[in-house]
């Protein structure tokens, strides 16, 4: 089952928690274009998401394995696999070994539409003061958005150095806990389609987020 926001651990900063914006994918619905970088309302999706995570977090990194440069308004840091093909758990491992803060949240860089409370509604439903937790959207399991602690780093790298890709099975073998946040349903959704482009444009209706100069 999932559990709802308990409140029962104390709340801990923002400037507590490091943010990882997660993809790497070679977009093959997208015809091999890098999704991150598609626009929704003449911006990038990584500026909308960027928008909403920010706030929410202290050091923000990307996980990213082309395109550095045109990512490089958008993070604190540029995070490349440190070894290819490895999937989501691979792309957090190699973020996790910079992270500077005891915790994390990461989450695909293409959900322009991130919930602005997200990771305090994470942190709140956890029943364990260590808890890895996820979320959950009341129909289904959302694995990639999760809150962390860094002394998780270990045992996930241990699990994909010996085989393991399946984020939920890494969750299952971290004892993490899912939290409801079925009042965030449109915080996950994502862009793996040009048609999922489309319904996003609709959902997000004009876009609040300013363009971020480069550096």
Not at 5 to 11: A, F, G, S, T, W
Not at 15 to 26: D, K, N, R, V
Not at 51 to 77: H, T
Not at 124 to 132: K, S
Request: charged share 15%; with cysteine; glycine share 12%.
């Amino acid at each position: 089952g999932t559990a709802g926001p308990l409140n029962i651990c104390p709340p801990f900063e923002r400037t507590a928690i490091s943010g990882f914006l997660l993809w790497g994918g070679e977009g093959r619905r997208m015809g091999g274009r890098d999704k991150p970088l598609e626009l929704l309302h003449g911006l990038p999706l990584v500026a909308h998401v960027h928008a909403r995570l920010a706030p929410q977090v202290g050091p923000l990194l990307l996980s990213c394995n082309r395109n550095l440069d045109r990512y490089a308004a958008w993070g604190d840091a540029r995070i490349v696999d440190e070894v290819p093909g490895r999937g989501p758990l691979g792309g957090l491992v190699s973020a996790l070994a910079h992270v500077r803060t005891p915790w994390a949240f990461a989450c695909p860089g293409d959900t322009p539409l991130l919930a602005p409370t997200l990771v305090a509604h994470l942190a709140a439903g956890r029943t364990t003061p260590d808890a890895v937790c996820y979320a959950h959207d009341g129909e289904r399991t959302q694995p990639l958005f999760l809150l962390l602690p860094a002394t998780a780093a270990t045992a996930l790298r241990d699990y994909v150095d010996g085989g393991g890709r399946s984020v939920l099975g890494w969750l299952d073998a971290a004892g993490a806990q899912a939290v409801d946040c079925s009042a965030f349903g449109s915080s996950f959704a994502n862009a793996n389609t040009p048609a999922d482009l489309h319904a996003l444009a609709a959902a997000a209706g004009e876009s609040p987020v300013s363009p971020r100069p480069a550096p």
